[in-house]
């Protein structure tokens, strides 16, 4: 058992620790403490011994050496049954220190409000992380607490021990502080990694990548009821803070699965890619239904007309409030839907969306706050003993206006407009992926085939008749004519893709014979 008769107190964030300190003065523990947690507690009544007074040093460089000294050091990191360590403290006048209470200097919080560079390096905390290794290091002897959460269990196993802390007790507090500061300086090395911008083609990725997520929630089960799963996302994340699925708000519904993440994140990343009002239906990650329109219901009309048989049981994401004329029609007679996402519900929509269906009570409504444009960061994906990392497939869309036209048919602007429209939903397919699409809407979608004209062939069956008039969009070239033969039987007038196979002049040799204008974007999109 550890015997806590001192405690150095040196905390930024304040709250609860005047009450805490006071009850371990109750207990007759001594309070050394610094600066404005020193003044803080002084002020409260409470008897405190100011650090500079213990070392015999004062505070220097506007308060930035402070803890920094061998008779604080000394004090945590000294084996109190090691005769020669307690030699050396009586001869330093060195103190044991038996508790080290410290929360650290808000570099996260300053770095993630963009503040000048000067401000976040100042917000970098040297001494309070060397006290907390070296407390945590030396368990056996010293407790160490990291975190204002801590102190409503801190104290009530100091009654129950009579002053004393159990050596299980102290090293479940180590872990919890290594935990802490490695998180800081995680966030630390990813400020300066990050100052220096993500990897470009070309360029090399860090020899070392350091990942560190929260638990935001604990879930029912994985993909399949026999696989357990739990909901992690990026510290700082949470509702309103614009960082995608993680940052959804409930507001409504059954708890969420797995599979609603995964399908909400798919239909968040597409619809905010829309400038004007957006509706994306998806079902296994890939999108069944996009619609856009100048009204959020027309949009909404457009995604479902898309594919509703497999709009059965699917997500829903929009790219503005859903208001209540929205509501009434996703609630329609045969619709069934999991859960909805949008940047906010009107008060009327909300009432329509939880009552007019028998399954309303159980729809998950979710609101994400404004969306804005996709941003750089890193993709990651899991693989056997390791991870494969890459910049996210993020473009500005100049591409498509900059396509080169390489038939002699040239598409007209309405086409051209669906050609974009098709060519960012592809992008959102699983490849091989083929997406037609006419006046905002998309009409056919094959994703996920082992062969491109397998692909084709499932989206003319998915657009039926409508295919007619439609433009044809894919992820990566034709390898064959057979696609553009097959595309252009049945209606299809434009072709958007990346061109760069070998048989590229074959391919634009098809499109011709059957009149259809093809645009390449020299750019491949590739989705796994």
Not at 157 to 184: D, I, P, V
Not at 402 to 430: C, L, N
Not at 488 to 500: H, Y
Request: with cysteine.
């Amino acid at each position: 058992m550890a015997k806590i008769s001192r405690a150095l107190i040196s905390v930024y964030d304040k709250g609860g620790i005047v009450s805490f300190a006071a009850v371990l003065r109750r207990m007759g523990v001594e309070l050394i403490s610094s600066g404005g947690t020193a003044r803080l507690l002084r002020d409260e009544g409470l008897e405190v011994v100011e650090v500079s007074q213990y070392t015999g040093f004062p505070e220097v460089m506007d308060g930035r050496v402070k803890t920094l000294h061998p008779k604080i050091h000394g004090g945590l990191l000294a084996i109190r049954d090691n005769p020669s360590h307690l030699k050396q403290m009586k001869e330093l006048g060195i103190l044991p220190i038996d508790m080290v209470v410290v929360n650290l200097y808000p570099f996260e919080k300053v770095a993630a409000r963009k503040a000048p560079l000067e401000e976040v390096v100042e917000n970098i905390d040297v001494g309070g992380p060397g006290m907390i290794r070296a407390a945590a290091k030396n368990y056996k002897h010293v407790a160490v607490v990291v975190e204002p959460g801590q102190y409503e269990e801190v104290l009530r196993r100091l009654e129950e021990g009579r002053g004393e802390l159990s050596e299980e007790f102290c090293f479940g507090l180590a872990r919890e502080a290594f935990r802490r500061t490695s998180q800081y300086d995680r966030a630390i090395a990813d400020f300066f990694t990050a100052r220096g911008g993500l990897p470009s083609h070309g360029q090399p990725f860090p020899s070392r990548l350091t990942l560190e997520f929260v638990k935001r929630q604990d879930l029912r089960y994985g993909e399949n009821p026999h696989q357990s799963a739990a909901f992690y996302v990026e510290e700082g994340q949470g509702p309103t803070s614009g960082g995608g699925v993680s940052s959804l708000k409930q507001l409504s519904g059954k708890e969420l699965s797995f599979n609603n993440i995964l399908d909400l994140d798919a239909s968040l990343e597409l619809v905010r890619e829309f400038e004007e009002p957006g509706a994306v239906i998806v079902k296994h990650t890939n999108p069944c239904g996009v619609g856009c329109a100048s009204t959020l219901v027309e949009a909404f009309r457009r995604a479902y007309s898309g594919d509703p048989v497999s709009a059965f049981g699917c997500i829903i994401g929009f790219n503005r409030e859903v208001d209540e004329e929205t509501a009434e029609e996703v609630t329609s007679p045969g619709h069934f839907v999991e859960a909805i996402t949008a940047p906010s519900f009107s008060r009327e929509a909300l009432e329509v969306l939880r009552t007019r269906r028998k399954w309303g009570q159980d729809l998950r409504l979710l609101e994400i706050g404004p969306l804005s444009r996709p941003t750089p960061s890193l993709d990651i994906k899991r693989v056997g003993g390791g991870i494969l990392v890459q910049t996210r497939d993020i473009d500005d869309q100049k591409y498509t206006a900059d396509g080169k036209v390489v038939t002699t048919a040239s598409p007209a602007i309405e086409d051209m407009r669906d050609m974009r429209f098709a060519w960012i939903v592809a992008k959102h397919v699983k490849s091989n992926a083929i997406v037609l699409a006419r006046e905002g809407t998309v009409v056919g979608v094959g994703a996920g085939q082992m062969s491109r004209v397998d692909a084709v062939e499932i989206a003319l069956k998915k657009a039926g008749p409508r295919v007619r008039g439609a433009v044809m969009a894919s992820d990566a070239f034709f390898p064959f004519r057979d696609s553009i033969d097959l595309a252009a039987r049945a209606g299809v007038k434009a072709v958007i893709q990346p061109g760069g196979s070998t048989k590229d002049e074959e391919v634009i040799k098809a499109a011709e014979e059957h009149g259809l204008a093809m645009v390449f974007t020299g750019r491949r999109h590739f989705r796994h």
